[in-house]
């Protein structure tokens, strides 16, 4: 009898632990919202914005993303493009945050947040030429010394969509806008959104081009700071002949050593490539992202995450998902649900 009542303790002690340990990592809701962007700083700050409607929320986490603070307006941009990877664009530097996002006419309107007072102030229009980004697709990075680096469709020159860049320094306003490509069939895919990606006075360009009918990913770097980018480079060995847009930018990282990682889908196909040789096929998928060692995907209506040398994982259901891995390896995610953000910790 006691034999049976131990064995009996221990049945239930393991289904509450189960139980405990599926609600300690559930996904748990985070506000009315849609298309959230995330950061963590050097002090393991993370950051959350996104947008509802025409109205830009941030919130924080200081618990690894445990628990978030109740959303604050960040502003409003009329008209505002949201959806499909258009929305808010956050990211983070020592002392700053900044979100930059798209009005349907083509103003890139930006915020700054100064960690140190927690306040929010409008600054300059990214966009130097009035109305140059109707499509509405930009990416944005930060390096350690409070610099900002922007990326975006803009077709101010013979109204075809090519790829132009600005920094943001720590005490002026945006720099003069420049093209760091132009494809000589005219123009870019149209609406597939660039990457962009910094470590100390490297920046890598990520995007998807139009040449000869096909859409294949391309590469652009820069050794210093963006002064001056390399030739174009296509990614993978394989292409991609197709009439129409796929609206998949891919996603982009530099690890440690400096070594740059992409990942991006073609024909259905999920592929991982580092520039320069031949890509590996991963999942088939869509809606791919990449964040540190991470591959994120979508699979219908799943959304996928894996480790480089791992294995595949869903972790829920949903759209534009964000994920960082913390020192401890932990992981956390942030998506998009029923036009709510939700968040979870894996």
Request: glycine share 8%; hydrophobic share 35%; charged share 25%.
């Amino acid at each position: 009898m006691k034999s049976i009542n131990l064995k009996l303790s221990l049945l239930l002690f393991l289904l509450f632990l189960a139980a405990w340990q599926q609600n300690a990592f559930a996904q748990k809701p985070l506000a009315p919202g849609e298309q959230p962007q995330l950061t963590v700083d050097r002090q393991g700050t993370v950051r959350v914005v996104f947008g509802e409607k025409d109205k830009i929320f941030y919130s924080v986490s200081k618990d690894k993303g445990n628990t978030f603070s109740k959303p604050v307006l960040v502003g409003e941009v009329k008209e505002m493009h949201l959806g499909m990877t258009r929305g808010p664009q956050l990211a983070s530097s020592k002392d700053y945050s900044v979100v930059t996002a798209i009005d349907k006419k083509g103003t890139i309107h930006a915020f700054r947040l100064t960690h140190k007072t927690s306040q929010w102030e409008k600054i300059k229009n990214v966009n130097d030429a009035e109305a140059s980004a109707p499509e509405g697709l930009i990416s944005i990075a930060a390096d350690d010394k409070n610099n900002f680096y922007a990326v975006w469709l803009d077709l101010r020159d013979n109204n075809s969509n090519n790829i132009c860049f600005a920094t943001l320094k720590e005490n002026s306003g945006w720099s003069k806008n420049k093209f760091v490509y132009r494809s000589p069939e005219g123009h870019v895919c149209e609406c597939c959104k660039p990457s962009v990606v910094v470590k100390e006075n490297r920046v890598s360009i990520m995007f998807r081009n139009w040449l000869k009918g096909s859409r294949d990913l391309y590469l652009t770097s820069s050794s210093n700071g963006g002064e001056t980018f390399s030739d174009s480079q296509k990614l993978g060995n394989g292409t991609w002949p197709l009439k129409g847009c796929p609206m998949d930018g891919g996603g982009l990282t530099i690890d440690a050593r400096n070594n740059v990682h992409t990942a991006w889908q073609r024909d259905g196909q999920i592929y991982y490539a580092q520039p320069g040789q031949p890509e590996q096929m991963i999942a088939e998928g869509r809606s791919v992202g990449m964040s540190g060692t991470l591959l994120t995907w979508e699979k219908g209506s799943d959304i996928m995450i894996k480790p480089l040398n791992g294995t595949p994982q869903k972790i829920g259901e949903g759209t534009a998902l964000k994920v960082y891995e913390f020192t401890d390896k932990s992981i956390l995610a942030v998506w998009e649900k029923d036009n709510h953000v939700v968040f979870k910790r894996i």
